[in-house]
């Protein structure tokens, strides 16, 4: 199908006809609305309501075995008779004389008891139409997570391809500033030659992303049934397990794959019942009232009533009905290790999505340093570009690394969002609420421009002062944390950390905080020595201080290579990041 759209329809032309239909419908689609135009519009689930709704007729039918049976048979025709009482004498034989004959019937049959054959029909019917019912639950449930993937995946592409348009704009500036600067004398023409190369190769990465979208579109409108105009944000679901242990807990109890298959060993139940009923007698009550009208040469009218107490009972039966409930018990069986089988696979599919979910959440979170990091990198080489202070293959690299950085984390973001409506549909619920969630600040800033070229001109060149005067108060900065340390001044040193300071390795805040002052408190001396002191500026107010720490108190010491990322406040600088790296 996705094949013969793409013959149908060229890139460019799918492309040109999803911004038309963006711009005609300028309202912002909603996941739960691209969930919910999937459902109505699926054929496939269609089906299975007819099939349901014929079920229902079924278990309706079957149900009709307890009520009476009434029955009708009305006859009036010719008849030709002879016997020895009714013919006359010396008649002969080949005489075809032709009499009328009148016939009417009626009879109620009510069965009182059928060895449990119709209660065992009904509840077949009933664990089939439950079967049924939870089947229709679990291809919705997969129809509204492949509604949830399309949706996720045009709204990161399109993220995607802003990027990408927004990384070739950054190329095609340096490219164009240094082909000025070359023609004017101030240049090289190799610094021209690799711009251009890289710039032909962001046309081709964004060649590349427009085609990724344009696919993506044609999936959503396979899925969901149209093209879709903007799409709101979607972020990760509320009510999502707390532990892995509740999400297996919860596919257990209302997984409808699992309650489907639980319907079935119901319904096999059921049969081995409705086989077993072949032993027992059946007793019939019937009322029948038969009457006749010169039937067989009579020259009058017959009528009989009758009221009678049927049983019929299967004493032999060559062994077939022992064969077949040993056959319904096996079948029995079978069912019972089907859903054994199914559990199985379901749980490894849960822990393997629950382990997926929390590794992209921590590849979220380092992808959102690398992203603020690579740009504030790319800031200061560019400054320091200016002053031949780096080259124009590192700003370049440095571009690329925030570009590729900023497309991960996009990517990450999307597929941690899928993770966790993938293990919300295995526990039974892939239901999106309503409204836009607000998307958060990182994916906003990651595709706002970049800083204008024109900063790498030789007229920046003054900055390098002010970059001297920025380490020389750093090296201040880091004696008064030091200073505090050794003081155990727990209020100086922590003055020394921003408001939105984070611990590393996923400790909280207040654990740090604890910890920081239970190791203020407890030694009664304490030395630290900072040496081979690395300062890198990373933009006016963000830098990064690398160094050689020797710790030592009372009773332990220890070397460690510590990263400080430090931001320029009202106060002065303070610590944002803090990581150590033990060397012995």
């Avoid at 064969?323 to 822990?351: D, F, G, Y």
């Avoid at 900063?455 to 970059?467: G, H, I």
């Avoid at 740090?512 to 500026?537: M, S």
Wanted: glycine fraction near 4%; hydrophobic fraction near 40%; charge should be negative.
């Amino acid at each position: 199908m996705m094949n013969y759209f793409f013959k149908v329809i060229s890139l460019s032309s799918l492309l040109f006809f999803g911004l038309c239909l963006s711009l005609v419908n300028a309202e912002t689609t909603t996941l739960y609305q691209s969930v919910e135009r999937a459902l109505n519009n699926s054929p496939e689930l269609e089906a299975l309501q007819y099939d349901r709704q014929a079920l229902q007729f079924d278990l309706k039918a079957v149900r009709g075995r307890y009520l009476p049976k009434l029955d009708l048979s009305l006859g009036y025709g010719l008849e030709q008779y002879s016997d020895d009482l009714s013919r006359k004498p010396g008649a002969d034989p080949a005489d075809d004389d032709w009499d009328s004959l009148g016939r009417a019937d009626l009879k109620l049959t009510q069965n009182l008891y059928s060895g449990g054959e119709t209660r065992s029909r009904v509840s077949i019917q009933e664990a089939v139409l439950d079967s049924a019912n939870f089947q229709l639950q679990a291809i919705a449930q997969s129809i509204a997570l492949d509604a949830v993937a399309a949706h996720l995946d045009v709204y990161r592409l399109r993220k995607v391809v802003a990027l990408a348009e927004m990384n070739l704009a950054v190329h095609e500036d340096i490219q164009q500033s240094l082909a000025e600067r070359e023609k004017a004398g101030a240049g090289s023409i190799a610094d021209v030659t690799l711009a251009s190369a890289r710039q032909a190769r962001a046309e081709a990465i964004l060649s590349q992303s427009q085609e990724e979208l344009a696919r993506a579109l044609a999936n959503y409108a396979r899925v969901v049934g149209g093209l879709p105009g903007p799409l709101g944000y979607a972020g990760v679901p509320e009510s999502m397990p707390q532990s892995l242990d509740d999400a297996l807990l919860a596919i257990e109890q209302s997984n409808p794959e699992l309650q489907a298959l639980e319907a079935g060993i119901a319904e096999a139940d059921s049969r081995v019942e409705l086989n077993r009923s072949s032993y027992k007698p059946k007793i019939d009550i019937e009322l029948k009232s038969d009457y006749s009208d010169q039937l067989e040469g009579s020259r009058t009218w017959q009528r009989t009533d009758e009221a009678m107490l049927n049983l019929t009972w299967n004493l032999f039966n060559g062994g077939q009905d022992q064969a077949t409930v040993s056959s319904s018990m096996e079948r029995k069986l079978q069912s019972r290790s089907a859903r054994k089988v199914r559990l199985n696979e379901l749980t490894e599919e849960a822990t393997v999505t629950w382990t997926q979910y929390h590794s992209l959440q921590r590849q979220k979170r380092i992808y959102r340093d690398a992203v603020e990091f690579s740009r504030q990198t790319f800031d200061a080489y560019l400054k320091q570009f200016s002053v031949s202070q780096r080259s124009l293959l590192d700003v370049l690299s440095a571009e690329d690394d925030y570009f590729q950085a900023s497309r991960q984390l996009a990517n990450v973001a999307s597929k941690e969002i899928l993770a966790a409506y993938r293990l919300q549909s295995l526990t039974g619920s892939t239901v999106p609420p309503e409204g836009d969630a607000v998307e958060p600040d990182y994916l906003k800033e990651s595709v706002k421009p970049m800083v204008d070229w024109s900063l790498a001109s030789p007229e920046a060149a003054d900055a390098s002062d002010e970059v001297i005067a920025s380490q020389e108060n750093i090296g201040e900065f880091l004696e008064r944390w030091t200073s505090a340390w050794k003081r155990q001044n727990v209020s100086d040193y922590l003055a020394c950390y921003s408001s939105n300071f984070m611990p590393e390795n996923e400790v909280s805040y207040q654990a740090w905080l604890d910890q920081r002052q239970e190791r203020l408190k407890t030694p009664a001396f304490i030395a630290i020595t900072v040496t081979d002191l690395r300062i890198e500026t990373l933009s006016e107010t963000v830098s990064r201080a690398v160094f050689i720490q020797d710790y030592t108190n009372d009773f332990y010491s220890d070397r460690t290579e510590k990263s400080l990322l430090l931001e320029l406040k009202e106060q002065g600088w303070m610590i944002v990041r803090e990581r150590a790296k033990r060397l012995f």
